[in-house]
């Protein structure tokens, strides 16, 4: 099969989207399958690289935000049709919502990754007011987006259950769950080091790691709120911040005074797992993650994770694994104070196992396998 996808928000900062792409291209053409994604660019291009063909089509910057978009869908539909793909795989609930139907035109199975749940996210991005058709709840406007893309795609893959229910709700069958998975080897407690451990930590005794985007819907600011309230108890913690993006500023005044390190965005993969692998406790805040890969690198790097309530992790995240806490500083310090508790070796192999429940191996061969089904029906039909 040829399996084309295409993106929005692709780029070198983007994280999980990016990442999930680029091992589902590897486990693609490792089952003797082509891979091609489209996504944006600053001009257009074809690139080859370890996970498939890559062609950018120009886009433009979402400002504020280090990401950028492809504003009408005529250059990728000009792609896909000198591509002709078996399969086509979208990621975006924005401008290119509508290939699904230019797919079925045209004789195409296609399916919608949903990488966020659309009612969070007009809670998180905009005030209840500006949404003209539902001053106290996003829900209306959201199952009315959401019923469309129903419509337009044979199938939408979520990768929670938390992340399914606005779909199943509207139409219960169309939607196949599918998590996503980890880099075992990349992420492992192995690259435990010694020297970044006395470097972050000094004479402290318990090492904090937040990694992830410095952006309004991974609430940065309750690790520093964390850490404030470890140090007030006399713990002495420290934090590392890996990441980036508009709400630096306000979290480094935030953590002014408190032992909180920034790194910036960590290009390299293996730095952040050696980062993950000498950490004690990873803290995940983020209140609408639908996933949240960061998560699950952590602990397949041995690492417990504190996790909000809110989100999805409440279903990656076991008792073994980490604790789940409700959005309050406090509930967030004894969370991390109970896991710090617990023997070293025991907690960092439950993470680990928990983790290796995950391969991306398993989740490419599901896709395989959707794909193929869906074939099935299209030629049944």
């Known amino acids: 099969m040829r399996i084309v996808h295409v993106a929005n928000f692709y780029g070198p900062r983007s994280g999980g989207l990016r990442t999930t792409m680029h091992e589902l291209g590897r486990g693609y053409r490792e089952a003797g399958h082509e891979f091609v994604m489209i996504v944006p660019g600053t001009r257009s291009a074809v690139e080859q690289t370890p ?44 401008t290119l919502r509508r290939l699904g139907v230019w797919a079925r035109k045209h004789g195409i199975p296609a399916v919608m990754f949903s990488h966020e749940k659309l009612s969070d996210w007009i809670l998180q991005m905009a005030a209840p007011a500006a949404v003209p058709s539902a001053p106290d709840s996003p829900q209306p406007i959201a199952d009315l987006l959401n019923a469309a893309s129903l419509r337009n795609y044979d199938r939408i893959v979520c990768t929670t259950a938390y992340a399914a229910e606005e779909f199943e709700r509207l139409l219960p069958g169309q939607v196949t769950r599918i998590p996503l998975g980890v880099d075992l080897e990349t992420f492992t407690p192995l690259r435990y080091s010694p020297e970044l451990r006395r470097r ?72 952040l797992a050696e980062l993950f692998a000498t950490a004690d406790v990873a803290l995940n805040p983020g209140p609408i993650e639908t996933f949240c890969l960061s998560a699950l690198e952590a602990l397949a790097s041995g690492t417990p994770v504190v996790a909000a309530t809110t989100s999805a992790l409440p279903e990656l995240v076991t008792p073994d694994a980490g604790e789940i806490a409700e959005p309050d500083a406090r509930a967030w310090a004894d969370a991390v104070t109970r896991i710090a508790a617990r023997p070293v070796e025991d907690r960092r192999e439950k993470a680990r196992f928990r983790a290796a429940q995950y391969p991306w191996s398993e989740t490419v061969r599901r896709m395989l396998e959707l794909h193929e089904s869906l074939g099935e029906a299209a030629l049944a039909s």
């Not at 408190?258 to 730095?271: A, C, I, W």
């Open 51 to 94: 996970y498939g063909m890559r062609i950018r089509v120009p886009g433009l910057p979402l400002v504020g935000t280090g990401y950028s978009f492809i504003p009408t869908e005529i250059g990728v539909r000009r792609a896909l049709a000198e591509l002709e793909p078996d399969r086509i795989e979208v990621s975006d609930r924005l």
């Open 200 to 271: 972050h930590l000094g004479d402290g005794s318990l090492l904090l790691v937040h990694a992830g985007r410095l952006s309004p819907e991974k609430a940065p600011t309750r690790s520093v709120d964390t850490l404030r309230e470890l140090r007030a108890r006399g713990v002495d913690a420290r934090l590392v911040v890996a990441g980036d993006g508009p709400l630096r500023a306000r979290v480094e005044r935030a953590a002014a005074g408190l032992p909180v390190h920034f790194t910036g965005f960590l290009s390299g993969r293996r730095e």
